[in-house]
């Protein structure tokens, strides 16, 4: 503890000696008060119960300014100066912008100057754009940093916890930009401006906004020149890393491209924080005339209006902004009627209402289409379907239709002959003809061998058992066997389509009718005897 208090004597602690570096980073110059109130927001509902408001804020941001002090000794940070109201102002040094760069992530040559010397005027510019950035952001309190504190403190936290939220972190906010008309970005050439903030927060809706703070001391026409300065920056282009001309800022944010013929400039905002002569309600008419060249769109059939090449141009006042946060109908944008909500303001809304109803008709047409091809798919299936009735055989037994199994089965043919012995019969008219066999001569049929497996004397067996036609008799092995044919030769038997009990009968028939004749002798060919020879003659 005692090694801690020699390097930070204040007491400051890691957490809010890097809310200090952020927000300097950022602002390059606040108040002790703005850094708390961005840095640790809860803190803002402590210290209730002090007098006076002088005495809460001093407790409130104590932990702060010992940070401040401690980065002091350190060199990281100095005092430059006070504002109006008397407020120590703050800032870093060099060495202090290059520990901001690491916390904050960004190269060193994006982090602006050390804004010395700003509080030597009472920085009442600073100070508003300072006041415009937390506007923007609305800090949410840590909940869980007051869970010891009293009930009242937590219902005022909550309450802020539940209101609209702000847009981006403070990582989202560069001050005091330059945008280079001619020269470069680390070494800009004259006629270009500086914007006051740049917004780039695209997890938020808003890519890319250029934020321009007035504090009612310039004129219109000042006013109109410095958005002329924003319009000669970006139609600026230069050729990028691939070697492609881009418009300039496209090199360093980026934004959606945009579709042809619509591709608008990034928005600008004009805040108003009336604290000089001038009144926003009569500046900004005038201002709206002087610059219409640089914001009026292109209306189109649709209804909207197309912004390509043009700057989207909004004016707030700070007190509404303040009140109300982006989400707040109170942003004007210039050629428009009523106020709107910040991203409807720096956006299309009816363009993008006119794409709505464009993307529903064509998915409406899409889909009529689609079914339209679905019920023409529908009635080509159902015609074919019907020729295909048409065609369906009739049985010629029963006139009942073949079913689609029986209908295949008929059809099947092998080198243009029928496969099925009746195809001009169903199923059930065929097994009445006797083409079926009964299961269990089936089972038998099955357990005989197939075409292909030899018998016990090389016959090959066919497909399906013999039937006699006579008496309807399956073949036995032997019957079967003896009237195989085998090999090129004709079957050995004179009645292969015969059972042997049939065939048995029909040679005794024959013999009843012909006893003189015997039936092998129909099959016997008589051979001549030959006539002896002289030649044998003279040998006997």
Not at 28 to 33: G, L, N, Q, R
Not at 54 to 78: I, N, P, V
Not at 88 to 107: C, V
Not at 225 to 247: N, Q, S
Request: glycine letters at 8%; hydrophobic letters at 30%; a positive charge.
């Amino acid at each position: 503890m005692a090694g801690k208090r020699k390097n930070n004597p204040a007491g400051s602690t890691n957490n809010y000696r890097g809310d200090v570096l952020r927000v300097l980073g950022a602002l390059k110059v606040a108040t002790a008060d703005q850094i708390q109130r961005i840095g640790a927001p809860h803190l803002t509902h402590r210290h209730a119960d002090k007098e006076t408001p002088a005495k809460r804020k001093q407790a409130r941001t104590a932990s702060h300014t010992g940070a401040l002090s401690d980065m002091r000794k350190h060199g990281l940070s100095e005092n430059g100066g006070s504002t109006d109201t008397g407020e120590a102002l703050r800032n870093l040094t060099l060495k202090g912008l290059e520990a901001a760069s690491y916390e904050m992530q960004r190269p060193i040559t994006e982090m602006g100057s050390t804004a010395r010397g700003a509080g030597s005027s009472g920085a009442s510019h600073p100070m508003s754009v300072n006041e415009t950035v937390i506007a923007m952001l609305r800090p949410k309190p840590n909940m869980d940093r007051l869970a010891d504190d009293l009930p009242e403190v937590r219902a005022a936290a909550q309450a802020v916890v539940d209101s609209p939220a702000g847009i981006g972190t403070i990582a989202s906010y560069w001050t005091e930009v330059p945008l280079p008309a001619t020269g470069t970005w680390n070494a800009p050439g004259k006629g270009g401006a500086q914007a006051d903030v740049v917004l780039t927060a695209p997890q938020d809706g808003v890519p890319l906004l250029f934020i321009e703070v007035d504090n009612c001391h310039e004129t219109p026409e000042e006013l109109a020149d410095k958005l002329e300065k924003y319009a000669r920056f970006l139609r600026r282009k230069m050729k990028d890393t691939d070697g492609r001309e881009r418009p300039m800022w496209r090199t360093r944010w980026r934004a959606p491209e945009g579709r042809h013929g619509d591709m608008p400039h990034p928005p600008v905002l004009l805040v108003f924080n009336h604290l000089g002569k001038r009144d926003p309600n009569r500046t900004v008419p005038r201002l709206q005339e002087l610059t219409r060249h640089l914001w009026q769109g292109q209306r189109v059939s649709g209804g909207h209006h197309l912004y390509d090449g043009k700057i989207p141009i909004v004016a707030v006042g700070l007190r509404n902004l303040r009140e109300h946060g982006p989400t707040g109908a109170v942003f004007a944008r210039f050629g428009r009627e009523h106020p709107q909500p910040l991203l409807e303001a720096i956006g299309n809304p009816r363009r993008e209402a006119a794409d709505a109803r464009e993307q529903d008709r064509a998915r409406a047409q899409q889909a009529a289409h689609k079914a339209q091809v679905q019920r023409a798919a529908q009635e080509q299936a159902a015609k074919k379907a019907a020729e295909r009735e048409k065609r369906r055989p009739v049985c010629t037994g029963c006139g009942a239709k073949f079913t689609d199994e029986r209908w295949e089965v008929a059809q099947a043919m092998d080198w243009g002959t029928p496969l099925d012995s009746h195809p001009h019969l169903c199923d059930a008219c065929k097994q009445k003809a006797g083409t079926v066999v009964s299961p269990a001569a089936d089972t038998r049929e099955r357990q005989e061998p197939v075409r292909g497996e030899a018998g016990q004397h090389g016959f090959q067996r066919n497909a399906r058992r013999p039937v006699c036609p006579e008496c309807g008799a399956a073949f036995t092995d032997e019957r079967w066997e003896a009237t195989e044919r085998t090999g090129w030769c004709d079957t050995p038997e004179p009645r292969p389509s015969l059972c042997g009990d049939c065939d048995r009968r029909y040679v005794t028939g024959l013999r009843e009718a012909w006893p003189d004749e015997s039936p092998q002798r129909e099959q016997e060919q008589t051979v001549p005897t030959q006539k002896a020879t002289r030649w044998f003659s003279r040998r006997t």
